[in-house]
């Protein structure tokens, strides 16, 4: 049952968020996006350190192993697989008018949802590993710290769910649609934990590596695309207290919980 808590928590916390467009009759107020991207990006790399890469390097700790190879070798592959499917997803950012990724005749709205749903992908792939590692005997992740991590994910997916459905709404999509959209932006996340749980069980072995290529691929999403979001324009700054909110709360769900 922890388990089925641990795959549904981040993806009711899309839901949510894009529910919102049903109480909002404007857009998303610039300020309040900047912090909600930032306090997103903080959330990640908090939950990136603590509960991904620490516990990969304490794994290893004990074994006759380099220390810090699985860590170093997960996490450049997780951002080489993240920047591979940026190149390959035909996607679209909040605030550009230039398709990424490779040529498409998709819709604008399409796109737009597939830059969100690139971003929930390693997020999903935390949830999962974390949970293996949980499971896992002398892993050092215990299934209230896995929990700890799913919640802060769905906590930032919140704010992630609002920041997809309000703009596909200006963009003239109906309130409905745009509730779709940007709920299923988020069911890859279980999806992702379900394939990344499966994997990290039947290879218990590779675990740190698992641990370290979910937070290379997190990270690759805050550094590529969230925090330079948060600080286009004026009141920059603002995404830098976002950052440091979401960082803090993080930090302490983990170390509280876990």
Request: proline share 4%; with cysteine.
């Amino acid at each position: 049952m922890e388990i089925f808590y641990g795959l549904l928590i981040p993806f009711l916390g899309t839901t949510l968020g894009a529910g919102t467009v049903f109480l909002m009759r404007n857009k998303l107020n610039k300020k309040v996006e900047k912090i909600l991207l930032g306090f997103a990006s903080g959330v990640m790399v908090a939950a990136s350190v603590w509960s991904l890469l620490i516990p990969s390097i304490e794994m290893v700790e004990d074994k006759s192993e380099i220390v810090w190879l699985p860590a170093v070798v997960g996490f450049l592959l997780g951002i080489l697989f993240l920047l591979i499917l940026d190149c390959l997803i035909p996607h679209l950012h909040l605030k550009s008018d230039k398709p990424e990724g490779l040529r498409s005749k998709m819709k604008k709205t399409t796109m737009m949802v597939l830059a969100v749903t690139l971003h929930n992908i390693p997020e999903g792939m935390a949830v999962g590993v974390t949970l293996a590692g949980a499971l896992t005997q002398n892993s050092g992740i215990t299934m209230a710290g896995a929990l700890a991590l799913a919640l802060g994910i769905a906590i930032q997916n919140f704010p992630e769910g609002a920041i997809i459905s309000m703009p596909l709404k200006s963009e003239g999509v109906s309130k409905g649609k745009a509730f779709l959209y940007g709920t299923l932006s988020g069911i890859v996340e279980p999806i992702g934990a379900i394939i990344t749980l499966a994997l990290t069980n039947a290879v218990q072995t590779i675990l740190p590596y698992f641990l370290s290529f979910a937070a290379g691929a997190m990270i690759y999403v805050v550094v590529e695309e969230l925090i330079p979001e948060s600080q286009i324009g004026k009141h920059s700054n603002i995404g830098t207290i976002g950052f440091a909110i979401g960082f803090a709360l993080m930090m302490v769900l983990d170390v509280a919980l876990g």
